[in-house]
């Protein structure tokens, strides 16, 4: 007797599946780039001054 179930293909890869994992990917590898330079920056110096020698801003 045969049987009318259909036969099983091997799954390819969806074209919008890979788009989307690839966005999640590259959103989650910014992020990643982001927090290492955020955290790595070197402290800016403590001081009272202001680094700017326009007359126009003469700091404080």
């Known amino acids: ?8 293909r091997p799954k390819r890869p969806n074209l ?6 690839f966005t999640i990917g590259l959103y989650l ?8 330079v955020h955290y790595a920056a070197p402290v800016p110096p403590v001081g009272g ?12």
């Open 1 to 8: 007797m045969t049987t009318l179930a259909p036969k099983a």
């Open 49 to 60: 001054g202001s680094s700017s020698t326009s007359p126009f801003n003469p700091g404080s």
């Open 16 to 21: 919008e599946r890979q788009a989307i994992v």
């Open 29 to 36: 590898f910014i992020c990643a780039g982001l927090l290492i």
